[in-house]
Every structure is written in C-alpha cells, then in structure tokens.
C-alpha cells in the first residue's frame, strides 16, 4: 500500500468543484428569493 503523507494531495478539482457547487446555490437563492419577493408584491 502506498505511503500517504497528509497535505500532498492534488485538491486543485475539488476545490474548482466545490466553488461551483457554491455559486450555484448563491445564485439560486438570489433567484428563488427575487421570485418570492415578486410574488409578494404582485399579490399571488
């Protein structure tokens, strides 16, 4: 088995995953609260 020497992993994709992952959530709550506000004004 291979030696494993803690902080020599490549984590450089996800890192660029977890970034994604992150904007798209920030996103889509922005989204999902404009669309609530919306509602609210519009009177749905």
Do not use: P, R
Request: glycine share 6%; net charge neutral.
């Amino acid at each position: 088995m291979a030696e494993h020497k803690q902080g020599t992993m490549n984590i450089h994709a996800q890192e660029k995953t977890f970034d994604g992952f992150v904007s798209f959530v920030t996103k889509s709550v922005i989204v999902i609260l404009i669309a609530v506000v919306f509602l609210a004004l519009v009177g749905a």
